[in-house]
Each structure stands twice: as structure tokens, then as C-alpha cells.
């Protein structure tokens, strides 16, 4: 926008509002804009609290995973993740990629 025209937009507001009413409309312009940066930032401190939480639960898990592995006495020794479980349900070892694939809800369509 030009000079001119920010100049034409405010006589036009001018003569629609008055002076007397300009400055309160100015104030809750204002405060509507803060509401607004408020309500943003306090958006963008939540994906980070998030994403911070993530990082964290992933460094936990990567110590636990290394922590596991340098209990073992022998390479060749079991971990006790990998043992059956005595109740008959057999273990899923996470740990191996499976070759099944995942179906979407978009794909069942």
C-alpha cells in the first residue's frame, strides 16, 4: 500500500467513527492483538513442552535398550526380554521388523 491510500483509509475511518470513538476502538484493537500473541505463544511453548517430552522418552528408552545389553555376561546369553512368558502367550519380539503391512483407514476404503 502507498502513502496515499493508508491516508484515504484513515479520513474514511475518521469520518465512519468520530474522534471520540477512535481511541476505544484503537484500545480493543489492541487488546485483541495481545489476546491474540498470548494465545500464539502459549500454543508454540505447548509443541515444544511436546517435542521435549518426546526427546526425552526416546532418550530413556535408548538407555534403558543399552542398559539391558551391557547386563548381558556372554554375547550369546539371553536377555530376559527375549524369554517365553510361562502363562502360554507366546512373546512378540518388537525388537524384529515384521513383514506385515499396516492398512489405513484411507486404504480400506
Not at 556372554?74 to 512378540?92: A, F, Q, Y
Request: charged fraction near 35%.
Amino acid at each position: 500500500m502507498g502513502g496515499s491510500e493508508i491516508v484515504l483509509i484513515l479520513v474514511v475511518v475518521l469520518l465512519l467513527f468520530g474522534g471520540k470513538k477512535l481511541p476505544e476502538l484503537a484500545r480493543g484493537l489492541g487488546k485483541g492483538i495481545r489476546e491474540f500473541k498470548d494465545a500464539s505463544d502459549g500454543v508454540k511453548r505447548e509443541i515444544h513442552r511436546n517435542i521435549n517430552a518426546m526427546d526425552l522418552d526416546k532418550e530413556e528408552a535408548e538407555e534403558t535398550a543399552v542398559n539391558t545389553h551391557s547386563q548381558r555376561h556372554h554375547p550369546t546369553e539371553e536377555s530376559p526380554v527375549d524369554e517365553k512368558v510361562e502363562s502360554g502367550v507366546p512373546h512378540i519380539d518388537l525388537a524384529k521388523p515384521t513383514d506385515e503391512k499396516i492398512i489405513t483407514d484411507k486404504e480400506k476404503v
